[in-house]
């Protein structure tokens, strides 16, 4: 029975901590009452999440697993001078990624302030992430354009090796805010007080 409480106090305390809560403020809340209490009012005061936001993110993650996969598949495409047009046909299929991401990223600004601080966060940190990955990636095919070199060692490699970093970064973040989210809405909805009767 000692064991079930303790488990069952860690794993609330856990999911508090997950949504910004900590468990020594739900004490002084309970203890103190007053201005702590109302800080707890004002932080539940928070603008709801934004299903557009949380549409928009899943779309990006959608995105940017697909980029990911693509950039690290041409990291280990043969270099051989047959596989030229394989380079830039890849690098094309980058770029499509990461312009289409930009359409989604421009979609998350214009509706970001309709969101939960959470969000706004995670919309913030795509476009710095998806600047570097646009900018890396016009370097590699400016690169590869003026030398058509496809050398395993050198510039275009790096570039190469930067984009993936970058899509696996971008991806990862914006996965991370994608979870976040379904787990912040799983625990509001069990959270929520059941009808008598059920």
């Keep these: 029975m000692k064991l079930r409480f303790l488990f ?45 936001l949380n549409d928009l993110l899943d779309e990006v993650r959608l995105q940017s697993a697909q980029m990911e996969v693509d950039s690290e598949a041409l990291l280990f495409m043969d270099r051989s001078p047959v596989w030229r047009q394989a380079h830039a046909d890849q690098l094309n299929v980058i770029r499509g990624h990461v312009n289409e991401i930009g359409k989604l990223e ?23 992430l998806l600047q570097q990955m646009a900018d890396n990636l016009t370097t590699a095919i400016e690169h590869y354009n003026r030398t058509r070199h496809v050398a395993r060692t050198g510039p275009y490699a790096d570039y190469l090796q930067a984009n993936a970093d970058l899509a696996v970064r971008l991806h990862a973040m914006v996965n991370d805010a994608v979870q976040y989210g379904k787990a912040k809405a799983n625990f509001e909805k069990q959270s929520e007080p059941s009808e008598p009767g059920r």
Excluded: C, K
């Design 8 to 52: 069952s106090f860690a794993a609330l305390a856990a999911t508090l901590v997950l949504l910004g809560f900590t468990v020594r403020q739900s004490a002084i809340s309970s203890q103190n009452g007053g201005r702590q209490g109302q800080e707890a009012t004002a932080q539940a005061a928070q603008p709801a999440d934004s299903p557009v």
């Design 106 to 128: 421009q979609r998350m600004r214009d509706a970001r302030d309709s969101g939960s601080p959470w969000q706004q966060d995670a919309v913030d940190q795509v476009r710095p």
